[in-house]
T-cell receptor, first 114, second 114 residues
Framework: NAGVTQTPKFQVLKTGQSMTLQCAQDMNHNSMYWYRQDPGMGLRLIYYSASEGTTDKGEVPNGYNVSRLNKREFSLRLESAAPSQTSVYFC?????????????FGDGTRLSIL | GENVEQHPSTLSVQEGDSAVIKCTYSDSASNYFPWYKQELGKGPQLIIDIRSNVGEKKDQRIAVTLNKTAKHFSLHITETQPEDSAVYFCAAIGFSGGYNKLIFGAGTRLAVHP
């Protein structure tokens, strides 16, 4: 039982390149999330998907797009990478239901934009 | 907007001592407060959570207390061990913007010295 799996673990891009970060969960969770983590700022929500077929913007969506491919997979795309998008990206999932259910995180993708 | 403030940002203790991390939140409707531990190179891992219908919850050496009136919650780690060294994040559920979301504190880097 792998939980939440993110690929790749590390990536270096040049400004203007595009990139898709992959996330898959095997816990049969309904909701999935993408966060970015920057020093001293905790985790900030980029996009989320409450259920298969739906996606919505979070706190910092600009410069990103997402696809909920099926119940297991939720991808994050950078169409034209910028240095400000250098960060660690975390995917999380949660069983649907009351808001007081925990989110489970992957181990992150460390992305550097030169 | 909603926010969660976390203190201290760094905490250094001797092995065997206790560690306390404090958080305050702004959304009076928040009813769920998880704590996450993040080790180097890993994603945040849920260690304990508390819901608004209880004031305290314990799990072995860790405990969380909640004061809804003051909008304040704390993590207590007793008999600290070197393996407790990590970054700890508090979070609270927020309800603005049309969706439930976790608002994270900025994190506390805990160092336990042998």
């Amino acid at each position: 039982n792998a939980g939440v799996t993110q690929t790749p673990k590390f990536q270096v891009l040049k400004t203007g390149q595009s990139m898709t970060l992959q996330c898959a969960q095997d816990m049969n969770h309904n909701s999935m999330y993408w966060y970015r983590q920057d020093p001293g700022m905790g985790l900030r929500l980029i996009y989320y998907s409450a259920s298969e077929g739906t996606t919505d913007k979070g706190e910092v969506p600009n410069g990103y797009n997402v696809s909920r491919l099926n119940k297991r997979e939720f991808s994050l795309r950078l169409e034209s990478a910028a240095p400000s998008q250098t960060s660690v990206y975390f995917c999380a999932s949660r069983l649907h239901g009351p808001s007081n259910q925990p989110q489970h995180f992957g181990d992150g993708t460390r992305l550097s934009i030169l | 907007g909603e926010n969660v403030e976390q203190h201290p940002s760094t905490l250094s203790v001797q092995e065997g001592d206790s560690a306390v991390i404090k958080c305050t939140y702004s959304d009076s409707a928040s009813n769920y407060f998880p704590w996450y531990k993040q080790e180097l190179g890993k994603g945040p891992q849920l260690i304990i959570d508390i819901r608004s219908n209880v004031g305290e919850k314990k799990d072995q050496r860790i405990a969380v207390t909640l004061n809804k009136t003051a909008k304040h919650f704390s993590l207590h780690i007793t008999e600290t061990q070197p393996e407790d060294s990590a970054v700890y994040f508090c979070a609270a559920i927020g309800f603005s913007g049309g969706y439930n979301k976790l608002i994270f504190g900025a994190g506390t880097r805990l160092a336990v010295h042998p």
